[in-house]
Antibody, heavy 121, light 107 residues
Framework: QVQLVQSGAELKKPGASVKVSCKTSGYTFTSNDINWMRQAPGQGLEWLGWINPNTGDTGYSLKFRARVTITSDSSLRTAYMELTSLTSDDTAVYYC??????????????WGQGTLVTVSS | EIVMTQSPATVSLSPGERATLTCRAS??????LAWYQQKPGQAPRLLIY???TRATDLPARFSGSGSETDFTLTISSLQSEDLAVYFCQQYSRWPLTFGGGTRVEVK
C-alpha cells in the first residue's frame, strides 16, 4: 500500500534551518506530486509548496517562497522540505502529502504521519 | 488568496443523527473543493474532492455538495468513529488554502 514516512521530531533555535524528509513506498514515486503543509498547534492547515518528482518542477506559497526549498531524490523515493530562518511562529507539525493523480494533482490522497518542528531558544 | 470559512466551529450530535458542515469560499472556486477528516493524533484523510466525488472506500454516509462559494459535507447517520475535525480545501487558485475546520463531537 502507499506509505509516506517522515523523519522524526526536531527542536531548533530561532534563526536555524530544518530539513524534513518524506520517504515513500507502494507506488511509482515519479508519477505523483508531493506537497508540503503545516499545522500550528490548535490551528488549521497551511500549504507551503509542491514538487513534481519526475521533472523537478516546484511551486511555493508566496508567504514562504523566500525561506522554503522542496527537493526530491528519485533514487531514494524521498522528498525533502527545508525551511530557513526559523522563528517561534514556525513551530508546527509539518506534513508531506501525495497528489491524487495527474488529473487531480492538488488533492491529497495519502499523507505522512507528520513531523513536529519546535522552535525555541 | 481565497479565504475558506467553515461553520460551525463545533457540532455535537448523538449517534445516528445527521451532521451538516458548511464551507464558504471568499470567491468562486467552481467545484475545486475537497474535504478531509482528521482524527485526534492522526494525519488528514481525503474524503471528498470535486465538491462531491467520494474518495475510495469512503462510507456511503459521507456526501458532499455545492459549487462556486458554498459547500456542504453531510454525514447522514453519525457514528462514534466520526469523531474528528473536518477541513475543506480549495484548489482553484494558488495558494491552496484550507478552512479552519469543524470539530464533530459525538455525544
Amino acid at each position: 500500500q502507499v506509505q509516506l514516512v517522515q523523519s522524526g521530531a526536531e527542536l531548533k533555535k530561532p534563526g536555524a534551518s530544518v530539513k524534513v524528509s518524506c520517504k515513500t513506498s507502494g507506488y511509482t514515486f515519479t508519477s505523483n506530486d508531493i506537497n508540503w503543509m503545516r499545522q500550528a498547534p490548535g490551528q488549521g492547515l497551511e500549504w507551503l509548496g509542491w514538487i513534481n518528482p519526475n521533472t523537478g518542477d516546484t511551486g511555493y506559497s508566496l508567504k514562504f517562497r523566500a525561506r522554503v526549498t522542496i527537493t526530491s531524490d528519485s533514487s531514494l523515493r524521498t522528498a525533502y522540505m527545508e525551511l530557513t530562518s526559523l522563528t517561534s511562529d514556525d513551530t508546527a507539525v509539518y506534513y508531506c502529502a501525495r497528489g491524487k493523480d495527474i488529473r487531480v494533482r492538488l488533492v491529497f490522497d495519502s499523507w505522512g504521519q507528520g513531523t513536529l518542528v519546535t522552535v525555541s531558544s | 488568496e481565497i479565504v475558506m470559512t467553515q461553520s460551525p466551529a463545533t457540532v455535537s450530535l448523538s449517534p445516528g443523527e445527521r451532521a451538516t458542515l458548511t464551507c464558504r469560499a471568499s470567491q468562486s472556486v467552481d467545484t475545486k473543493l475537497a474535504w478531509y477528516q482528521q482524527k485526534p493524533g492522526q494525519a488528514p484523510r481525503l474524503l471528498i474532492y470535486g465538491a462531491s466525488t467520494r474518495a475510495t472506500d469512503l462510507p456511503a454516509r459521507f456526501s458532499g455538495s455545492g459549487s462556486e462559494t458554498d459547500f456542504t459535507l453531510t454525514i447522514s447517520s453519525l457514528q462514534s468513529e466520526d469523531l474528528a475535525v473536518y477541513f475543506c480545501q480549495q484548489y482553484s487558485r494558488w495558494p491552496l488554502t484550507f478552512g479552519g475546520g469543524t470539530r464533530v463531537e459525538v455525544k
